[in-house]
């Protein structure tokens, strides 16, 4: 079964750091570029950051670059969103989604998400 | 960056009723090598992830019900629900792959009138 499943959320406080993990399974992991998307509660999908399939080209929105890294380890098949300096505006849903990038395309597989609040 | 704009917010269809859902980019997702629209739709219902619906403004995902279509070209897109039914009760993004960031609009809720 094709799957994607977050871990590592949590409640911390604000100026601490996250690190999310997706573990990838069903499917050949290095051939997908992946993504994290964020939802804030009550509110729309934000695409937070991008990654190639082999993980040389890195994309982030402007409200996280400078604070959060992603990155990937296809031999395992893991996807990762290193989190810093966190801020009350970063609570939310992280979702991770697979991204097509030939014939078809369109984030496809989507994990269930993982919970971030950030507060003090 | 790409700013997507969704209108309406929201829209209350009666069941079997046609549900239109505008989109317009900021700057075309029209890619004139290849001639196609990189805008995809994608529907979240209450406490699930997004699931996709549409690629290349208006290719169907696999298994996705025919009543629903997308249609548009440039900066202007539209997901028509042709004849809405009770499961179609969610809210709608549309989402451009055209340049990083890819960015969502605001999102559309459909409900039932």
């Known amino acids: 079964e094709v799957q994607l499943v977050e871990s590592g959320g949590g409640l911390v406080q604000p100026g601490e750091s996250l690190r999310l993990t997706c573990a990838a399974s069903g499917f050949t992991f290095s051939s997908y570029y992946m993504n994290w998307v964020r939802q804030a509660p009550g509110t729309g999908l934000v695409s937070v950051s991008r990654i190639n399939s082999g993980g040389s080209s890195t994309n982030y929105a402007d409200s996280v670059k400078g604070r959060f890294t992603i990155s990937r380890d296809n031999a395992n098949n893991r996807l990762y969103l290193e989190m810093s300096s966190l801020r009350a505006e970063d609570t939310a849903v992280y979702y991770c989604?697979?991204?097509?990038?030939?014939?078809?395309?369109?984030?496809?597989?989507w994990g269930q998400g993982t919970m971030v609040t950030v507060s003090s | 960056d790409v700013v997507m704009t969704q209108s309406p917010d929201s829209l209350a269809v009666s069941l079997g009723e046609r549900a239109t859902i505008n989109c317009k980019s900021s700057q075309t997702v029209l890619n004139s090598s290849n001639n196609r629209n990189y805008l995809a739709w994608y529907q979240q219902k209450a406490g699930q992830p997004p699931n996709l619906l549409i690629y290349w403004a208006s290719t169907r995902e696999s298994g996705v019900p025919d009543r629903f279509s997308g249609s548009g070209s440039g900066t202007d897109f539209t997901l028509t629900i042709s004849s809405l039914q009770a499961e179609d009760v969610a809210v709608y993004y549309c989402?451009?792959?055209?340049?990083?960031?890819?960015?969502f609009g605001g999102g559309t809720k459909v409900e039932i009138k």
């Open positions: 989604a697979r991204e097509r990038t030939g014939t078809e395309r369109g984030m496809d597989i």
């Open positions: 989402q451009q792959y055209y340049s990083s960031p890819l960015t």
